[in-house]
Nanobody
Framework: QVQLVESGGGLAQAGGSLRLSCAASGRIFAINAMRWFRQAPGKQREWVATITRGDSTNYADAVKGRFIISRDSARNMWNLQMDSLKPEDTAAYFC???????????????WGQGTQVTVSS
């Protein structure tokens, strides 16, 4: 089985920084895309950022210029550096990945359990 585990959430003041990490474990042949999503109370889950195997990155407009997604492919980990935090960044953050478990299997989406980020004004 494949597991994704987030870490690094917590409390920050507006203008501060936090760094989230996601570690994938289990039977993994390849991770084809790594993402971060977030869900604020009473709102739908929204996409935040993506990094591909080729290191191509994309960001939601709300976080562009403030957040940076990166990966450590050797350790099946990816990170989200969050700077210039705003109260509206407060949410549960979830990592997500398209993981191929064997050479011949198709990619399947996996999710982490989430980590809370709270930004105070």
């Amino acid at each position: 089985q494949v597991q994704l585990v987030e870490s690094g959430g917590g409390l920050a003041q507006a203008g501060g920084s936090l760094r989230l990490s996601c570690a994938a474990s289990g039977r993994i042949f390849a991770i084809n895309a790594m993402r971060w999503f977030r869900q604020a109370p009473g709102k739908q889950r929204e996409w935040v950022a993506t990094i591909t195997r080729g290191d191509s990155t994309n960001y939601a407009d709300a976080v562009k210029g403030r957040f940076i997604i990166s990966r450590d492919s050797a350790r099946n980990m990816w990170n989200l550096q969050m700077d210039s935090l705003k109260p509206e960044d407060t949410a549960a953050y979830f990592c997500n990945a398209d993981i191929q478990r064997t050479l011949i299997s198709v990619s399947t989406a996996y999710w982490g359990q989430g980590t809370q980020v709270t930004v105070s004004s």
